[in-house]
């Protein structure tokens, strides 16, 4: 296998890479997302700085064996179609595939981010060589991916590994979906920051960090947790607590051999979250599952959006 080109289009930033099967990256970029309206007119200028990605890896068009486009949902996978992106004006209902297909004449995969990224550690990071990973990150929201059986799992319209809208507290606190309880609710970065907002003493040290109780968010709260603030390590506790529930649920439904935390719990670390999180979810699980299953930091860090892309290029190409 050859010469993988990836992109990872978020929000407010598109990540480009060209890379090989091992992982490796041969050249990178990152840029604002600037949307024009004209999402088949972005496309196209998009193709230009590939083609000019590739030639600075040393490589050639031809080299070229596949390029993976890591996408916010919702999308549709087998047909290659962005259906309505909600921060990408101009992007609805676009053939990314086929667009791109015909601008660089080789096979185009797309995938939802969450799905992308799971790929990603699977491929190159702590999931590697397992057949059964679900994949978690509590950034701003809550993402999941899934791998069953050595296959990334999508669901209909991709969207299964929607773990953030799991519900784990019946008419519990409101979520950003519009319904109430999700695990996302508790968990997902906007949301925490949101309850910190209210529940923060003006005397702690996440106050301190933040400047103020307005402007308190997990890194604050992880911060001085680190620096032994009895109200960050109670208020981490919690934290820790329903990501604990969330993966309880899911080691019952998908007995997974691995379950990859990416964010806020790869920040926090192995003391103040990783450990106590795994210890909870042994209580709660039955003992041959527990042996079964690990709890690990996501591995990739700042190069996830590179491999993420790089991720779902192989990933086409292996599924065939």
Same mark, same amino acid.
């Given at each position: 296998?050859?010469?993988?080109?990836?992109?990872?289009?978020?929000?407010?930033?598109?990540?480009?890479?060209?890379?090989?099967?091992?992982?490796?990256?041969?050249?990178?970029?990152?840029?604002?997302?600037? +949307?024009?309206?004209?999402?088949?007119?972005? $496309?196209?200028?998009?193709?230009?700085?590939?083609?000019?990605?590739?030639?600075?890896?040393?490589?050639? +068009?031809?080299?070229?064996?596949?390029?993976?486009?890591?996408?916010?949902?919702?999308?549709?996978?087998?047909? #290659?179609?962005?259906?309505?992106?909600?921060?990408?004006?101009?992007?609805?209902?676009? +053939?990314?595939?086929?667009?791109?297909?015909?601008?660089?004449?080789?096979?185009?995969?797309?995938?939802?981010?969450?799905?992308?990224?799971?790929?990603?550690?699977?491929?190159?990071?702590?999931?590697?060589?397992?057949?059964?990973?679900?994949?978690?990150?509590?950034?701003?929201?809550?993402?999941?991916?899934?791998?069953?059986?050595?296959? !990334?799992?999508?669901?209909?319209?991709?969207?299964?590994?929607?773990?953030?809208?799991?519900?784990?507290?019946?008419?519990?606190?409101?979520?950003?979906?519009?319904?109430?309880?999700?695990?996302?609710?508790?968990?997902?970065?906007?949301?925490?920051?949101?309850?910190?907002?209210?529940?923060?003493?003006?005397?702690?040290?996440?106050?301190? !960090?933040?400047?103020?109780?307005? #402007?308190?968010?997990?890194?604050?709260?992880?911060?001085?947790?680190?620096?032994?603030?009895?109200?960050?390590?109670?208020?981490?506790?919690?934290?820790?607590?329903?990501?604990?529930?969330?993966?309880?649920?899911?080691?019952?439904?998908?007995?997974?051999?691995?379950?990859?935390?990416?964010?806020?719990?790869?920040?926090?670390?192995?003391?103040?979250? !990783?450990?106590?999180?795994?210890?909870?979810?042994?209580?709660?699980?039955?003992?041959?599952?527990?042996?079964?299953?690990?709890?690990? +930091?996501?591995?990739?860090?700042?190069? $996830?959006?590179?491999?993420?892309?790089?991720?779902?290029?192989?990933?086409?190409?292996?599924?065939?």
């Amino acid at each position: 296998m050859g010469v993988l080109v990836g992109i990872d289009v978020g929000g407010t930033k598109i990540a480009c890479a060209v890379g090989d099967a091992s992982g490796r990256l041969l050249a990178t970029v990152r840029r604002p997302t600037r +949307p024009s309206g004209d999402g088949a007119a972005d $496309l196209a200028e998009l193709a230009g700085s590939l083609r000019d990605l590739v030639a600075e890896a040393g490589c050639e +068009p031809a080299d070229v064996d596949a390029i993976g486009v890591s996408l916010p949902g919702p999308l549709d996978p087998d047909r #290659g179609v962005l259906l309505d992106p909600p921060n990408l004006p101009g992007w609805h209902d676009l +053939p990314v595939r086929d667009l791109l297909t015909d601008a660089f004449s080789v096979p185009v995969f797309i995938e939802n981010d969450a799905n992308a990224a799971a790929l990603a550690e699977w491929h190159f990071g702590a999931a590697r060589g397992y057949e059964h990973v679900v994949y978690l990150t509590m950034s701003t929201g809550v993402g999941g991916g899934l791998i069953l059986g050595g296959r !990334l799992h999508r669901g209909v319209l991709a969207s299964a590994g929607e773990i953030g809208h799991m519900p784990i507290e019946w008419d519990g606190a409101p979520c950003a979906c519009g319904r109430r309880g999700c695990f996302e609710a508790y968990v997902g970065g906007a949301a925490w920051a949101q309850r910190l907002r209210v529940v923060t003493p003006a005397t702690s040290r996440a106050a301190a !960090l933040a400047g103020g109780v307005a #402007g308190v968010t997990a890194r604050h709260l992880v911060a001085a947790a680190r620096e032994g603030d009895a109200f960050a390590l109670e208020e981490l506790h919690r934290w820790n607590d329903y990501v604990a529930r969330g993966i309880t649920s899911l080691a019952f439904v998908l007995a997974p051999q691995v379950v990859v935390l990416g964010t806020i719990a790869t920040a926090a670390g192995e003391a103040l979250s !990783l450990a106590p999180i795994r210890a909870r979810v042994a209580e709660r699980i039955w003992p041959f599952l527990a042996e079964r299953l690990q709890i690990l +930091p996501a591995a990739l860090g700042d190069s $996830l959006p590179h491999h993420a892309a790089i991720g779902v290029a192989l990933e086409g190409l292996r599924a065939g």
